[in-house]
Each structure stands twice: as structure tokens, then as C-alpha cells.
């Protein structure tokens, strides 16, 4: 329901069209219907443990950070988004520092995938 709602948001005319009421919207139910068979193929016998998906999925956070660091320093440096709390230069050169060691750690895990 958050992910919809968040769809909504920046949708407007989504929302409109279902007059506030997420269980009118056909996404609502496709993605039910996702995170159900998700879950019938994660319980089948043979498929890998808890430990495995969860390492998997940290593994994955690993390679997206570097996306979300950069869009987080574009989105702080806008002024028409921050107003005056936009970042100065000493945010955005810790962002760009961390950004790099992001991008790095990233490098480093699609590596030891890769091998």
C-alpha cells in the first residue's frame, strides 16, 4: 500500500482517476498478487534458505547505493527543492567523497560476483 500511495504522489493524475481509494487502482492488485507468488516460490522445497535471500539482497543494496548517494547529491544542491537548507560546499564534497567509496564498494561486490 506505501509503494502505491508513494505512486500516487507522483502521479497526480493516477490518484485522481481512483478518487483516493487504492482499491480501485488494478496496481494495487498486481502487486498483491507479485508479492504472493514471491512467497509460494520462495517456500517451494529446494529453493535457497532465508540467510541466502537476505545476504543476496544486502549484496544487491551494495551495487544500488552509488544511484541513491548521486541522486541525493543532486537533490540537496537544488535550491528549488531545499530552499535555503540547500547544501554547501562542504555537504556536497562529503557526498562526493562518499559517493566514490559507493561506487568502489559497489565495483568490489559485482567483482566477487563476477569470479
Not at 512467497?39 to 544487491?60: D, E, I, Q, R, Y
Not at 547544501?87 to 566477487?112: C, D, E, P, R
Request: glycine share 6%.
Amino acid at each position: 500500500m506505501m509503494a502505491l500511495t508513494c505512486f500516487h504522489i507522483a502521479m497526480p493524475s493516477r490518484k485522481d482517476k481512483y478518487q483516493d481509494d487504492l482499491k480501485k487502482d488494478p496496481l494495487l492488485k498486481i502487486g498483491i498478487l507479485i508479492v504472493g507468488v514471491l512467497s509460494l516460490v520462495w517456500a517451494l522445497p529446494g529453493m535457497p534458505g532465508f540467510v541466502v535471500l537476505t545476504v543476496f539482497v544486502n549484496a544487491a543494496q551494495v551495487v544500488l547505493l552509488p544511484l541513491v548517494s548521486i541522486g541525493l547529491i543532486v537533490i540537496i544542491n537544488r535550491k528549488d527543492l531545499m530552499g535555503e537548507k540547500a547544501g554547501n560546499k562542504l555537504h556536497t564534497f562529503l557526498l562526493i567523497i562518499l559517493s566514490i567509496l559507493a561506487v568502489y564498494g559497489a565495483y568490489q561486490t559485482l567483482m566477487s560476483i563476477i569470479r
